[in-house]
Each structure stands twice: as structure tokens, then as C-alpha cells.
């Protein structure tokens, strides 16, 4: 990561240099100092490995070293929620593993640890079959952080904005997809919608009970409730991707709540959160803020028992939950694991396993998804598979049978630095859809496939 750091204190006497403390304090008036003595010269200070460095040496996040590198500035930062590496944080409260991609552009003011990252992607997609369809589109995100110590703990406010919005609000064709409205009255069906233009603005305060004890306090306007795994825009398996996963509205479709206040425990490796929540769906007005009853409840145990590895298992109750059905709710459950790690100099590979349950009424519906990414050098390869049981794939006004469905996609991109923070990435992807002999017949094939190609370009 990107920073500039600022340190008010002595050099000599953040190194620990003997007598560097003492020559900062004056003689009281009328009063002669006897001159300090003479000390043997030290040895050249030698740079801190961050990664052997102890709590004591942190100060919530901020490090007091010198300027040795920022990358080794960006692994000497603990979370905001507990004294854990900073790269444990993902969307909401949700984590990853530690040794997951965290870059961003960092500015350090006064007391304050500004963050900054962003991607904006233009896609020209293609969906093929009698119900697909074409569309050029603009999706992405921009995120700033701002954080402090307070007491003895950490305050972070967060701000995601999205140029999704002007896509309009039939948001963009993905075969399989479905969920949300785009004019408050019809389903959208093999499209994904656009996403809200504020998809977070939150706040949280942490404070440490222990060494590595923590409890803290989350609360967003939109924000994001302790249910399922990090978005699907965050998780670094397949972040590269510039299409949504057809199984987000059984794992991650709250991550654009519009009303969150969690609370949780952390215990060193473990996580334990609850939610109150508005678990009602965005409705088609996309660049406002809703505001609702807290009337949903959510409750993830999260676990890292390796640095390479991050599990959860959640369960939500999602109190009128769909807009274009009232009085309807649905209950939730989800369970994850991340894992990402260098497998060999230059290459990181990451990974995602996923399972996601939906209960309305009497109706149990599965999805299962995995997703994989291969980096080296400016190059990813990334690649998803999933299985949904979806009943919204019918222009039905309530919910009709079960379909079981599947995709398959894979696709690649390539980085090109442009500037000190900025870079180019060109990429594409190739999807194949797999639908029931039941569905055919309205696809025109069992296997109607899609392609989407993209410029984007990364702040970070």
C-alpha cells in the first residue's frame, strides 16, 4: 500500500539512541545542566521486519518507525475492530484471511490514517440466447476510510460510492441472474441489478479488553449486516471479475442494507457478531438513502485458524425481505471458507468455497459456489462455478418451482501501471449457463452462453 507517514517525535529517540530524550528537556530558569555523558556511539539502527514486531510496538494501526518501505508500513497495521493484521478486514465486519491483497493509497494526518481505493470498470457485455442481450455499462466502486485511536481501541468511518446508477435501472443482462425490480412492479430476470450509488456509509469503535481481546460497535446507513462472506466485489478470488455472481442473493445481497447496527467480541482468531438490520431489499430509486425499521436479525461466528485460511457460518431472519412481496420473510443460513497464499515467488493464488440457504415459506433452496484466481506479475486468471435453485426464473407474480442451474465462467485481465497510484487493465471473460430440459425451451439452448470485455482502471 501507498503512504506517507508523519512523526512528530525525535528520530534519534523513536530509535531508542541513548540521550536522544534527555536532549529534548530544558534546564529550569537559573539552573545549569551538567552536560550529559559522553555515550558511545551506537550502532546503525537496524529496520524492523513489521512482521516480527509485537503489539507494543503498534499504536492502533499506526507504527512509530522509520520510513522504510511502505508495504512494510501497510503489514505493521492492525485491524479496526481488534489488534489483528489490518488485512483481515474485509466489506462490513466480515474477514478474510490475513495474508489476502489489501491495497490502497494511504495518507497519514495528525492522529488521523486516510485510506483510499477504487475501481472503475467499462464492460461491454454479451449475453446470448432468445433472453439475452447486449449493453455497454459502467460498474465499479470507490472507497475512503478514516480512522484514529480512541481510548484504547480504534475509530473508522467508511464511505463506498458506485457509478452502478447510470447503467439505468434495468441494471445489465446476466443470464441466470435474478432478484431485485427495476420499476417497483416487474421481477428482474436474467439481469443483474445496478447497485445503489451509496453502498456504504458507516462508522465503527473498537476498544481492547485483553492482549488480543477486543469488543466493538458497527453501525451503517447503508451498511452491512454479520451475514455470509465478504461481497463478492471484495473477495479476492475473484474481485478481478466484472460480472456478479448469480448466487449473490443467497450469500451476500445484503451488503447494501439500509439501516445496520452490529455488535461483537473478537477473541483473537475468533469473531463472534450479532446484527439488527433493515432486511429489506433496495428498492429501484438508486441514488437515494432508505431508512426502515431494524427488524432483521443476523448472528456470524467467524475463525482464522491459519494465516492463509478464513471460515464463517452464519444465520439471518429477514423480515420483509422482498419488495415485491409483502409480509414475506425469509430465513438465511451461509457458511465459507477463503484461503489465499503465495504458492511460489510471484504467484498468489486465492480461493473461495461457499454455501448459501434460503427458507421461505416451506421452500429450502441451496446454492453452492467456488472461485479461484491466479496472480503473477500483471496477470490474473480468475474463474468461478456455482449451482443456485432459483424459483424467480418465471415471469410469475409468486414464486414458482425450484430450477437448478448452473454456470461456469473464466476469464483473465492485464495491469498496466500508468502512473504512482493509478493503473490500466484490460481483460475479458467467457461464461456457459447450464439449465434443466424444463427451461430450454425459453432459452432456445441447454447451454446458452455469455462474454464480457472490459477496460478498467484501479486506484491503489
Sequence with gaps: MKFTMIAAASPLALLGVPGAAFAQHRPMPGMEMPAPPEQPQAAPAKTANPAQMDHSQMNHGQMVMPDSGQAAHMRSMTGALGSYPLERES???????????????????????????????????HQSSSRGDNKIFASGMLMGMARRPLGDGTLQFKAMLSPDPLMGKRGYPLLLAAGETANGRDRLIDRQHPHDFFMELSGSVSQNIGPKRSVFLYAGLPGEPAFGPPAFMHREAIMDSSEAPISHHWLDSTHISFGVVTAGLVLDHVKIEASRFNGREPDQHRWDIETGPLDSTAIR?????????????????????????????????????????????????????????KTIEHHKDDAYIAEASLKHDAWTIFGRGEITENRELLDLEEHGPAFRVGKVSLGAVRDFRVAGHFSLGLGGLFAVNFVPEGLAPLYGARNPTGAMGFVRIKLD
Excluded: C
Design 301 to 357: 461466528l467467524s475463525w482464522n485458524p491459519l494465516r492463509t485460511l478464513s471460515l464463517q457460518g452464519s444465520w439471518g431472519h429477514f423480515a420483509d425481505s422482498e419488495q415485491l412481496e409483502p409480509g414475506v420473510d425469509q430465513k438465511r443460513w451461509s457458511a465459507s471458507a477463503l484461503w489465499a497464499d503465495e504458492i511460489a515467488t510471484g504467484w498468489k493464488l486465492a480461493g473461495t468455497l461457499a454455501w448459501g440457504r
Design 91 to 125: 466489506s462490513g465486519t466480515a474477514w478474510q484471511p490475513d495474508t489476502s491483497e489489501h491495497s490502497a493509497l494511504h495518507v497519514m494526518s495528525g492522529d488521523w490514517t486516510l485510506m483510499a481505493h477504487g475501481t472503475l470498470n467499462l464492460v461491454y457485455d
